[in-house]
């Protein structure tokens, strides 16, 4: 064994690449040769994301600039930092600032556990067929398109809709879930969570299935009740995966949903749940001030893109994940 | 066994009437809406219907078939979903094939991994990208709802972890008889990614079908909309330009039989979602 070791560490250094920069140009060189195939096979995807995300991000020294339609981007003239001064003294900034927050961390506060509870309440029936048809049609509403939610939304929270009808029936007053700012953002987190929970039930389930069955019989030779199992067993093994998917999920922390809130918001309620995205939109077509909705779309872009960048660092520090 | 304790039949309990209304919660809704779009206008319109239509008829479809502009806008939806789709899965092929080489076997890897890195965590953002679009002449076409999206990242990454997956000696053989990366791609590795070419299918499918908001920035006449960007405009009247009246004044009945038929397709493919899609993404992203 130890000799083997030695025999392959004398080839590698027989075989030892050349050195400094002039080594490494010739050895690219080398496997550019080889590879040519390759990358000739991804030009085409690649001109593409080049054409499609790489030459419109050249539009963002709009921020610098006073947007004059016949001039073009380009040809316009620059301000400075006018753009970012007149965005941070909009009256609506602010409030747009923390509602995204909010709603964003509201989102992912409900929305995170909640999956890993329905998985484990699954996890724990014992009727097949019951277990099989909950997992099917809880995802339904995840393949749906905010259009789609929207509309019924916006019809089963009325005034006088299916909830508040629901509510009466069992004793509770109505709730102006389209009138009242806070009403809303719950209404709007409900439907989120609700949008979104039977996917990621899914993920969850498919990561409990995974833990090994001897572990439970062991533990209940020792005595361990349900209860004691699913604590000690069920979440430990299911552990690094909730800590990935957690960590990843900082990367929305500015992701209020812009879909969602877009479609369901109005005027009664903006204060409470203008977003940034959806300012951004107000003063694109409301003032048509694209200098200022550049900055301030740059301004989330540049703090969200920071966010998902950490996310991923520590997913990769404490669960070895890499995103490709 | 052991005995069932009363607590744990009490759990039991429980655990059903919870995860039954979860269910149920996810059902009723689009039961409710069938049920309104096939009853009268002045029940619907009354708050009468539940999950049962009252006064049964099918004015609302009627209504439907008669209309120009929801066919239209169908049409547009059916045609950007089949060419962006297909454009999708041409794309994402060619990019998962050579990035589930490593670095030694595909020099520059890293340059590649590096550029499509950069655009999952930052983007050109709206004001930009709509000026872009309308600079390449885009506006009102099929192709400003098709380009933009035409490399799907995620799909690329889905597809190229399945590649692989693969066993290295399967190209090998192949090699050594001489054929290129590029007659290995069609003839060996693209039949056994045949499951994974349907998840991303299915996943291009969804996302075309459901994108409203591209439609309604991209286009400056209403016929051009695509379908679930001319449902969001009857719903909530919400678009830059002003729109006929006589669209959004329609009974709740006919507003339910809209949105009903949108999601007929997805409900259509469902099934299969089930199969490929679902456990495409569970693999997707358990291995992360």
Redesign the interface.
Known sequence: MKEEICEREVTCVQKAPPQGIGGWLRR?GR??K??Y??????L???I??IV?????????I?AWKKYIATK??YGSPWVGWENFENMFNLPMFWPAFWNTFKIAVLKILFGFPFPII?AL??N????LA?KK??Q??????Y??????L???M???FSA???VN?LLNAVGLPSVKWLENGTSFVSMLIMTDV?KN???NT??FL??LTGVDKNLYEAA?VDGA??WKQTIHITLPAILP?II?MGVLNLGSILNAG??QI???INNLVREDSEIIDTL??DI??GSRQ?GI??AL??FK??IS?AF??TGWFL?HKF?D???? | MNRITKGQRVFAVFNYIILGVLALSCILPILHLLAVSLSSKTASDNNMVGLWPVEFNVDSYKYLIQGKTFFRAFGISVYRTILGTAINIVLIILLAYPLSKDKNEFTGRPVYIALLLFIMIFSAGMVPYYLYINDLGLFDTVWALVLPTCVPIFSVILMMNFMRSLPKEMEEAAKVDGAGYWNCMISIVLPVCLPSIATVTLLSFVTHWNSWFDGLLYNNDIANYPLQTYLQVILTNKAPSSIDESMVNIGRNMKAAQIFVTMLPLLAVYPFLQKYFVTGMVIGSVKG
């Open positions: 690219v496997g550019l080889r590879s195939q390759l990358h000739l096979i991804a085409v995807p690649m593409m994301i499609f995300a790489y030459v419109p991000m050249g539009g963002i709009l073009g981007i329905v309440l699954l724990e029936v014992r009727c019951f048809s909950v099917t049609i809880i995802y339904l509403p393949f749906l398109s905010w259009a789609v929207g509309g019924i916006l019809d089963i006088n809709g299916a009808s609700w929970f039977g996917y899914i993920v498919a990561a209940e009740n349900r995966m990935l812009f879909e877009f479609i369901m951004v939109y694109t077509f694209y909705a550049t779309g740059l872009s540049v893109g998902i960048v997913a669960s994940y890499r995103v490709f």
